[in-house]
């Protein structure tokens, strides 16, 4: 039986500790919580407002927004790996919390973890770093056998740092390993799918379980621009991988949701099928 001790633990403060230099101390602390809560606060912006409102222009809520939603009403989602890439410069630019938030949330009253692209941070891509982020995230479900929701809204790897960013064992291909290992030791995986998903930010949402894909989603290897590159052919990356080939073609999708915060209501129904019927597979 386990026993709780009724008598505080270690000697009263006053016989180690005279009050002057205890208010010192308590002045100095508070000035680097503060200090850290506006390093939080400057991450949690992502790129900033302008970049957040190109977001609402195209009806879309920006990641954080999703992931307060998505969260019981009650809670609040617990980020982890919030300062990966804090610092470093890419040339003029810098990729807050690497692009991509990962936080445990409670969701139905059952602790998830969610994996969300930032779209305020060039628009979800992936930067070095940021595949060994979600790993780890992967890694923290899996060990603690939590369900793992991917807020999909990814335009893919940021180029100019490919070479840094996709090679390696913490590259970008072990993140399908970790979808695997996740699926062989049976826990959930859920996706929902809210923009431009190229590459592999279309790639880690066909491995889950449950896909949903709003109207204005898409997921694709290469989208129209590269097509139209290419082969010159005029066409959209909706036709080409939006709701009406992945949920009723391919298969890839099981639902299709009007938008964002139908979308984020509907993952948490606790009525929807928990797995994807192995006939779809």
């Known amino acids: 039986m386990a026993q709780v001790p009724l008598v505080p633990l270690g000697s009263a403060r006053e016989s180690f500790c ?29 790129w900033g407002e302008d970049y957040a409102a ?11 927004e999703r992931l307060a939603r998505l969260a019981d009403a009650d ?12 610092g470093r410069r890419f040339g003029e630019l ?22 969300a692209n930032d779209n305020t941070v060039a628009s979800g891509s992936w930067w070095p770093q940021t595949p060994e982020k979600i790993e780890r995230a992967q890694q923290m479900a899996l060990r603690l056998r939590l369900p793992v929701i991917y807020l999909v809204d990814c335009s893919g790897l940021f180029l ?33 799918v809210f923009g431009d998903c190229i590459a592999g930010g279309g790639y880690m949402p066909i491995i ?9 989603a898409y997921m694709v290897v290469a989208g129209a621009a590269l097509v139209k590159g290419a082969k010159a052919q005029h066409i959209t990356s ?44």
Not at 78 to 83: A, G, H, N, S, T
Not at 244 to 269: E, F, G, K, N, T
Request: charged fraction near 30%.
């Open 75 to 86: 809670t609040r989602p617990l980020e982890v790996l919030k300062f990966v890439n804090h």
């Open 54 to 64: 190109r977001v609402h222009k195209k009806g879309k809520l920006t990641a954080r």
């Open 94 to 115: 810098e990729s807050p919390a690497a692009g991509v938030i990962t936080a445990y949330a409670r969701v139905e009253g059952r602790w998830t973890m969610v994996i």
């Open 238 to 281: 909706l036709s080409i991988g939006g709701p009406d080939v992945h949920v009723h073609l391919s298969r890839c999708a099981d639902h299709r949701v009007p938008d964002d915060c139908r979308r984020l209501d509907h993952c948490a129904d606790p009525e929807q099928p928990a797995r994807r019927d192995a006939s779809r597979r």
């Open 18 to 46: 005279d009050q002057r230099t205890f208010e010192r101390q308590l002045t100095a602390m508070r000035a680097l919580e503060s200090e850290l809560a506006d390093k939080r606060s400057a991450v949690e912006r992502g």
């Open 160 to 192: 100019p740092e490919q070479s840094r960013s996709f090679p390696g064992r913490t590259g970008a291909g072990p993140i399908f390993k970790q979808n695997s290992l996740l699926s062989a030791a049976g826990v959930p995986q859920l996706a929902g």
């Open 208 to 216: 889950s379980d449950v896909v949903y894909m709003t109207e204005q």
